[in-house]
């Protein structure tokens, strides 16, 4: 009994991973109701989001009421191009924010934890941007409301 | 001049062995109440803790050197401690570790096994300790993993910290030849500092403790151990008070 409490007590914590932790900043599209000014969840019809710099992210993506933003580890702003609809003008949104390495776990090593300083957009569509959250530290919170 | 130190050593465990190896019984009448005490052979057990060499296997990170030591007070009851070193070393693809550290733990031992004779000194015990550990570690490289934006890397600088904790012990030790005792024991630590601050990274290995990341941690040790005869305890073994005649 004591050599199995010991197997116990011995387990190596730099073999297991598991844990999940990209930090995304995670994006709600809202729209206030034209009948009661009541602030509910929208769906964006035809999506296309293209990160500055980068590949295309989404390109007629449909049907979507949210949006993870992945934002660039190794500067301090990322910058994306987002359009909500085929007919409609696309909007360019820049988060700029603060950077820090964060131990996850002997078994995952480290991430890049974000803390949101501003947000500067285009109003082509987007009427307006609530920021919930400011800090990037799991894909699971709502960071911020985008108003259409 | 080392096998010289040697020869004095094992000439100074045999002479003590040989003064303080003798058991003797003694027998007091004190106001009508005899009592019978032994005179038992104690002194203070050094021992090695061998489970920390199983830590090279499943742990292959972690060094650990802890030696062991006690000394009776009375019948049942024993001061304890514990010493010892640890160095952490540990690299894989997403980053490189290196610590070191000593730590101190003292504490008291209390013998629960009553069936046996005065001269048996196998103990079944249970003890506590308070640890301390004055530690180091640093990392000299970390990377993190990006596919879409690309990878980033940096370095975490070396910085000194200390650990204290509370640890519970149940065990037992068994002299199977003269003055020589195995042992294991099972503990429980609960780490009384406060926690690593959010941002900044723990120790992989907090020496004495165990992992930086945890608040409690269960452990177990083997030992093996010899006691170095140095001085005699006084047992009590029967006591009687005379009971008064009637009609005087």
């Known amino acids: 009994m004591v050599m199995a409490v010991g197997f116990v007590a011995c387990d190596d914590q730099t073999e297991v991973c598991d844990q999940v932790f990209n930090a995304d900043l995670r994006a709600l599209f809202k729209y206030p109701r034209p009948t009661d000014g009541v602030i509910v969840d929208t769906t964006l019809p035809y999506v296309t989001v293209v990160a500055k710099g980068t590949d295309t992210l989404f390109k007629g993506a449909t049907g979507l009421k949210n949006l993870s933003f992945s934002l660039n580890g190794t500067v301090d702003s990322t910058t994306y191009y987002i359009k909500g609809d085929s007919t409609v003008t696309?909007?360019?949104?820049?988060?700029?924010?603060?950077?820090?390495p964060h131990f996850v776990s002997?078994?995952?090593?480290?991430?890049?934890y974000y803390t949101l300083d501003t947000v500067i957009f285009t109003r082509y569509a987007i009427d307006s941007i609530r920021i919930l959250n400011r800090e990037v530290t799991t894909n699971d919170d709502t960071h911020l409301y985008l108003f259409y | 001049m080392m096998t010289r130190i040697f020869t004095c050593f094992i000439s100074f465990l045999l002479c003590t062995g040989l003064?303080?190896?003798?058991?003797?019984?003694?027998?007091?009448?004190?106001?009508?109440t005899l009592t019978v005490t032994q005179q038992v052979s104690a002194g203070l057990r050094i021992g090695l803790d061998i489970s920390r060499f199983a830590y090279l296997y499943f742990q292959p990170y972690r060094t650990?050197?802890?030696?062991?030591?006690?000394?009776?007070?009375?019948?049942?009851?024993?001061?304890?401690?514990?010493?010892?070193?640890?160095?952490?070393?540990?690299?894989?693809?997403?980053?490189?570790?290196?610590?070191?550290?000593?730590?101190?733990?003292?504490?008291i031992d209390y013998n629960v096994l009553k069936k046996q004779t005065s001269k048996q000194r196998n103990i079944l015990y249970v003890g506590a300790r308070y640890?301390?550990?004055?530690?180091?570690?640093?990392?000299?490289?970390?990377?993190?993993?990006?596919e879409y934006w690309g990878n980033s890397s940096g370095s975490v600088p070396k910085q000194s910290d200390n650990a204290q904790w509370i640890e519970l012990v149940v065990?037992?030790?068994?002299?199977?030849?003269?003055?020589?005792?195995l042992g294991w024991s099972l503990r429980q630590r609960f780490l009384t500092t406060k926690r690593i601050p959010e941002g900044d990274f723990p120790p992989l290995v907090i020496p004495g403790f165990g992992p930086g990341n945890k608040k409690s941690v269960f452990d177990f040790n083997y030992s093996i151990s010899y006691q170095i005869p140095l001085y005699n305890v006084k047992i009590p073994v029967f006591s009687a008070k005379a009971k008064p005649k009637k009609g005087h």
């Open chain 2, 64 to 107: 650990d050197v802890t030696l062991m030591a006690d000394a009776r007070l009375n019948k049942n009851l024993y001061v304890a401690g514990e010493f010892g070193y640890n160095r952490t070393s540990h690299s894989d693809s997403n980053y490189t570790y290196k610590g070191n550290g000593a730590f101190v733990a003292l504490g």
């Open chain 1, 90 to 100: 696309g909007d360019t949104i820049t988060f700029k924010y603060s950077r820090k």
């Open chain 2, 131 to 146: 640890g301390v550990a004055l530690f180091n570690y640093e990392i000299p490289e970390y990377h993190i993993y990006d």
């Open chain 2, 171 to 181: 065990g037992l030790k068994a002299e199977v030849f003269r003055n020589f005792f």
């Open chain 1, 106 to 112: 002997p078994g995952c090593g480290f991430a890049t």
């Open chain 2, 19 to 32: 003064a303080f190896g003798q058991d003797s019984t003694e027998v007091k009448l004190k106001h009508d």
